[in-house]
């Protein structure tokens, strides 16, 4: 069973940085596509970052520039570099793959952004 492990995420202060770590635990099975999305409470999911093989990193708007997305396809490892964080950055964020044309998710890790 494929499965997205999650690592990193906590308290931060507004201006500090933190990175995101996400392992999909596969072998055999190409992943395409790896990001990143986020859940505020009370608000939608919305796009962090994503890339999929061949082409540029697609990020949201409120993050790029401060935000960097980075693959290691051979460990099957994707990473989300965060810096610059605000207070409006807090959500619970949850990894993205899509394997052998499937989607799955991790099950999501909080970062908050508080003094």
């Known amino acids: 069973q494929v499965q997205l492990v999650e690592s990193g995420g906590g308290l931060v202060q507004p201006g500090g940085s933190l990175r995101l770590s996400c392992a999909a635990s596969v072998t055999t099975f190409a992943i395409s596509t790896m990001g990143w999305f986020r859940q505020a409470s009370g608000k939608q999911r919305e796009l962090v970052a994503l890339?999929?093989?061949?082409?540029?990193?697609l990020y949201s708007d409120s993050v790029k520039g401060r935000f960097t997305l980075f693959r290691d396809d051979a460990k099957n490892l994707v990473h989300l570099h965060m810096n610059s964080l605000k207070p409006g950055d807090t959500a619970v964020y949850s990894c993205y793959a899509l394997i052998s044309s499937r989607p799955y998710w991790g099950r999501g890790s909080q970062v908050t952004v508080s003094s």
């Open positions: 890339n999929t093989i061949g082409h540029s990193t």
